[in-house]
T-cell receptor, first 111, second 113 residues
């Protein structure tokens, strides 16, 4: 059974600091996704990572994938308040159309 | 933004009543999904569809049924609502062969009293 664990679950950080969110998963998977959710809103796609060593960057966010370690990271550089949100990783499973989500990391960036 | 709408956006109902939530897409995507979101659980898949009249169960399908008679519409029915089904429900669609980025609707907040 594919399981996805994120840590930390909650993260409070100062503006300007760097931090990393971790997404570990239990079995091999086709693709890994990162989403952002603002309070009371829907999920917005951030990144799709397709292969080992893949790295994607958008602004202050950078995601990477290590399929051998079954680990993806979302790195935040010089955080700003606007990055405050909940971040989810998710994986799709080979041979099915199902997606499995992590429990999310709630990020709060303090001014 | 992907063209996905959900209705109703908010609903309060009583235990034991049937409830139907609707998801409508204008993207002509083949794959559609229903999730529920609860604190501490992230998103959990209820049912999904891989074509008209083709559906399958997710991890938390008990007490829910779905139907898809048209490509653009995916209905979720709570056959007899219970308080444990109080949640936020999201519909999603995916591009390509199903293993692609999912795009989410705005969500439906359901309160079962």
């Amino acid at each position: 059974e594919l399981k996805v664990e994120q840590n930390p679950l909650f993260l409070s950080m100062q503006e300007g600091k760097n931090y990393t969110i971790y997404c570990n998963y239990s079995t091999t998977s086709d693709r890994l996704y990162w989403y952002r959710q603002d309070p009371g809103k829907s999920l917005e796609s951030l990144f799709v990572l397709l292969s080992n060593g893949a790295v994607k960057q958008e602004g202050r966010l950078m995601a990477s994938l290590d399929t051998k370690a079954r680990l993806s990271t979302l790195h935040i550089t010089a955080a700003v308040h606007d990055l405050s949100a909940t971040y989810f990783c998710a994986l799709s499973t080979s041979g099915t159309y199902k997606y499995i989500f992590g429990t999310g990391t709630r990020l709060k960036v303090l001014a | 933004d992907a063209g996905i709408t959900q209705s109703p956006r908010h609903k309060v109902t009583e235990t034991g009543t049937p409830v139907t939530l609707r998801c409508h897409q204008t993207e002509n995507h083949r794959y559609m999904y229903w999730y529920r979101q609860d604190p501490g659980h992230g998103l959990r898949l209820i049912h999904y569809s891989y074509g008209v009249k083709d559906t399958d169960k997710g991890e938390v399908s008990d007490g829910y049924s779905v139907s898809r008679s048209k490509t653009e519409d995916f209905l979720l029915t709570l056959e007899s609502a219970t308080s444990s089904q109080t949640s936020v429900y999201f519909c999603a669609i995916s591009e390509g062969e199903g293993s692609g980025t999912q795009y989410f609707g705005p969500g439906t907040r359901l309160l079962v009293l």
